[in-house]
C-alpha cells in the first residue's frame, strides 16, 4: 500500500532550482532515506510533506487518515514548556482515544439494544487503534525510549528552553518515538547521538511499527535500519529509488556507472568512425579517377554516378552523426578517488612531526590537556579519538600551527607542508580567517594563492566538486556542506605532504564520504585525523590514540 507519493514535484527558491519533476513512492512499512549533498533537497521534501511549504508544481499526496510526526534539524519550542508536557502534547491522538473510550464505557453501562450494539463496535474499533498506537504501555515506552536515547536523568519538570541543541533533539526524537505515528520523518536524527544512543535508535528502529523516512549522512546507521534508498540527485534535481540499505545502494550506482561509461565510449567511437568516414568519402569525391578513353558523355556520366553514390553516403553518415550529436550521452563523472589527488611535495626524514610537551589551557588553570607526547612518521596514519571537549579539535589547531601551545614544541622535518582541514563552516563562512576579504567561491579558492584565475577555475573545476555556475557564488549562500567542498578543494590542491583532518566525513553526502577515504588512502603522506564517523572509524587502516582527561593514550 501506498503510504506517501511525489506526483512531478518541482520547487525552487528564486533561481535556485531544488527539485524539477520528481516522483518517488514510499509504501506501508518502508524504512527509507533519502541521501544526497547538502542542499539537494532533502530537507524540502519532508517540509513539502508536511506542508511546511507549497510545491511550485505538482502533487504531494498521503494515504486519508494517518499520523505523522516530525523531527527538523533544529527544535523549536515555547520557551516555559517542560519535558513533562513537551511529550504529553505529542500523544494527543492517544488522549483523544482514550477519553473517547471511557466516554463509550460510561455509555455502555446504560445502554441497550442498537445504541448498546452501536457503542461495542466503535469502542471495539477505538481500543484497537489505542492498541495499536502502543496506548496500553505508554509508560514503559516512555521510559524506555528516554533512557535508550540517554536523557533518563533529566527532570521531567525541566524546561526545553534550558536544554543544550542536542538535548532538545533528544527530546524532540524520543517524543516522536514514544507517540509511534503512522508515517515518522526524520531529518538528521542522529545529530547529537553518542555511540550507545546511535545502537539503540538503530534497533528500534529497525522493528518499528509504522513507515520511516529519513535524512541522514551516517552510513553505517543507513545500513543497519533502512530498506530503500531515494538519492536526491543535486545536479539533475531528480530523484531515484533504490531498494536495499546503503551498501546495495553503492552497488547499483557502480553498476550504472559502468554502463553509462560504456554507452558514453561505444557513442563516442561511433561518432569518431562517423567523421572519418565522412572524411574519406569527401576524399573520394574530389579525387576520382577519369575514364581511360575520350568519351566526354561516358567520363561525365560515370563520374557523376559515382558523385552522386558518394555523395548520398555522405549525407547519410552526416545526419547520423547528427543525430548521435543531439542525443549525445554525457560525459560519465569521474568519481573523486581518481580525479581527486592529493600531490605531496618531496619529503627527505623519516619522522614527519615531532610533538613534545604540549600542554593547552584557556583559563590558566585547568588544562584541556598536558604533556602531549607524538611522533608522526612519514607516510603514518594517525586517528585521534575522544569524547566530546576532550581537546581533540584544540591539539588539531596546535599541530597544523593555527594555535600556540602554554607549554612545549611542535617541531616539523624540513620540507614538511601541513595540510589542514578544519571542523568548523559557520565560523569561517562570516569571518575572513580563512579566506581574508574573499566573497565569492573563487575568491576564496584563489586566497593566497598565485596564478591566473582562468587556470585556477578550470583547476577548481576539474576538482568534480564544483559546476561552472556555482564558480562565483557568494559564500554567504552556501551550504555548510557546499563550503565543506570549498575547504577540502583548497587541500587537494595545496601541495601538502602532511594532512591534519578534524572531522573529514561533516557536511558532505555519503556517496562524496566514500570517495574522499578512498582519496585519503592513496595519499602517501601522513596523515593525523580526528572523526567520530564509525563507518571511517572502521575502515580507517593506521593507529588509534584516544584523547581523555587531558592525556593522548595509543590504542593496541
Known amino acids: 500500500m501506498t503510504i506517501l507519493s511525489f506526483h512531478s514535484v518541482s520547487k525552487s527558491y528564486g533561481d535556485h532550482q531544488i527539485l524539477e519533476q520528481v516522483s518517488f513512492a514510499v509504501h506501508s512499512g518502508n524504512r527509507a532515506a533519502l541521501v544526497g549533498a547538502n542542499g539537494a533537497g532533502k530537507s524540502t521534501i519532508l517540509r513539502l510533506i508536511m506542508n511546511l511549504e507549497e510545491p511550485d ?125 503512522d508515517l515518522l520523518l526524520l531529518d538528521e536524527p542522529t545529530n547529537h547521538l553518542d555511540a550507545q544512543a546511535l545502537n539503540w535508535l538503530e534497533n528500534y528502529l529497525s522493528e518499528y511499527p509504522g513507515t520511516v523516512l529519513m535524512s541522514s549522512h551516517d552510513r553505517q546507521f543507513l545500513n543497519r535500519t533502512v530498506n530503500l534508498i531515494i538519492e536526491v540527485d543535486d545536479y539533475k534535481h531528480k530523484c531515484t529509488e533504490y531498494s536495499g540499505n546503503y551498501d546495495s545502494y553503492k552497488a547499483s550506482k557502480r553498476k550504472e556507472l559502468l554502463k553509462w561509461e560504456e554507452d558514453y565510449n561505444r557513442q563516442q567511437e561511433e561518432m569518431t568512425q562517423l567523421r572519418e568516414r565522412m572524411s574519406e568519402r569527401g576524399r573520394q569525391v574530389n579525387h576520382n579517377r577519369p575514364p581511360t578513353d575520350n568519351d566526354k558523355f561516358a567520363k561525365h556520366f560515370f563520374r557523376g554516378r559515382v558523385q552522386n553514390a558518394i555523395s548520398k553516403k555522405v549525407r547519410d553518415a552526416e545526419t547520423k552523426l547528427e543525430r548521435l550529436q543531439n542525443s549525445q550521452i554525457p560525459v560519465p563523472p569521474k568519481p573523486l578517488a581518481f580525479h581527486l589527488r592529493f600531490y605531496p611535495e618531496s619529503q627527505q626524514e623519516e619522522m614527519a612531526m615531532h610533538v613534545s610537551e604540549v600542554s593547552k589551557s584557556y583559563d590558566g588553570k585547568n588544562p584541556v ?102 564558480i562565483h557564488k557568494p559564500l554567504l549562500a552556501l551550504s555548510p556542506g557546499q563550503f565543506r567542498k570549498l575547504q577540502l578543494a583548497r587541500l587537494l590542491s595545496s601541495g601538502a605532504n602532511l594532512l591534519i583532518i578534524d572531522e573529514p566525513t561533516n557536511h558532505l553526502s555519503p556517496e562524496l564520504m566514500d570517495q574522499l577515504e578512498e582519496a585519503l588512502r592513496q595519499f602517501s603522506g601522513p596523515v593525523i585525523v580526528v572523526s567520530h564517523d564509525r563507518r571511517f572509524i572502521e575502515q580507517f587502516e593506521g593507529t588509534e590514540y584516544r584523547l581523555h582527561e587531558g592525556k593522548l593514550t595509543r590504542i593496541p
Do not use: W
Not at 382 to 404: D, F, R, W, Y
Not at 410 to 429: C, D, F, M, N, P
Open 57 to 181: 508544481e505538482g502533487e504531494v499526496s498521503l494515504i486519508n487518515g494517518i499520523t505523522i510526526g516530525y523531527l527538523p534539524q533544529t527544535l523549536k519550542t515555547s520557551e516555559s514548556i517542560s519535558i513533562r508536557q513537551y511529550i504529553y502534547d505529542a500523544q494527543k491522538e492517544l488522549h483523544v482515544l482514550q477519553r473517547r473510550m471511557n466516554e463509550l464505557t460510561d455509555i455502555m453501562t446504560t445502554a441497550k439494544g442498537t445504541e448498546l450494539t452501536a457503542s461495542l463496535a466503535e469502542y471495539s474499533r477505538v481500543s484497537s487503534r489505542f492498541e495499536q498506537r502502543g496506548g496500553y504501555d505508554i509508560e514503559y515506552r516512555t521510559r524506555l525510549v528516554m533512557e535508550g536515547l540517554g536523557i533518563g536523568n533529566l527532570h521531567e519538570e525541566r524546561r526545553l528552553s534550558t536544554l543544550s541543541g542536542g538535548q532538545q533533539t533528544r527530546v524532540g526524537l524520543a517524543a516522536l518515538l514514544i507517540e509511534t505515528p
Open 369 to 470: 590537556f598536558c604533556c602531549i607526547e607524538l611522533s608522526v612518521e612519514v607516510g603514518s596514519r594517525l586517528l585521534i579519538t575522544g569524547p566530546n571537549g576532550s581537546g581533540k579539535s584544540t591539539l588539531l589547531h596546535i599541530l597544523a600551527g593555527q594555535m600556540v601551545p602554554d607549554t612545549g614544541t611542535v617541531h616539523l622535518a624540513e620540507g614538511i607542508k601541513v595540510g589542514y582541514l578544519e571542523q568548523g563552516t559557520q565560523s569561517t563562512r562570516h569571518g575572513s580567517a580563512s579566506f581574508g576579504a574573499a566573497k565569492t567561491v573563487i575568491e576564496a579558492y584563489r586566497f593566497d594563492r598565485t596564478g591566473y584565475e582562468e587556470d585556477l577555475i578550470a583547476e577548481l573545476l576539474a576538482s568534480n566538486l564544483f559546476r561552472q555556475e556555482e
